[in-house]
């Protein structure tokens, strides 16, 4: 199986930046994809970045410009650099790996991280 550990989730003052990470590890032929979401309470989950195999690179509209998604392949790890944060980042932030697993191609969820922003 597949294991997604997080880490860098913490408690920032809003203008300060964070950086979280994802390692990815488990048995994989491929990693097709790999994202960061987030839930703030009583929200949906929602897509913040995507960074696919190709390297094609998605964000959420409020975080462009703020946020950088980025991978390091040797490593199966994904990273968000959050800069400028705004109280309204505050959420639980999640990695989301796309991966092939034998045949099949499967959705693997990290335990979350706190991310909270103070005004």
């Known amino acids: 199986q597949v294991q997604l550990v997080e880490s860098g989730g913490d408690l920032v003052q809003a203008g300060g930046s964070l950086r979280l990470s994802c390692a990815a590890s488990g048995s994989m032929q491929s990693i097709n994809a790999m994202a960061w979401y987030r839930q703030a309470p009583g929200m949906q989950r929602e897509l913040v970045a995507v960074i696919t195999s190709g390297d094609r690179i998605n964000y959420e509209d409020s975080v462009k410009g703020r946020f950088t998604i980025s991978r390091d392949n040797a490593k199966n790890t994904v990273y968000l650099q959050m800069n400028n944060l705004k109280p309204e980042d505050t959420a639980v932030y999640y990695c989301?790996?796309?991966?092939?697993?034998?045949?099949?191609?499967?959705?693997?969820w990290g335990q979350g991280t706190q991310v909270t922003v103070s005004s």
């Open positions: 989301n790996v796309v991966a092939t697993v034998g045949w099949r191609v499967n959705s693997y």
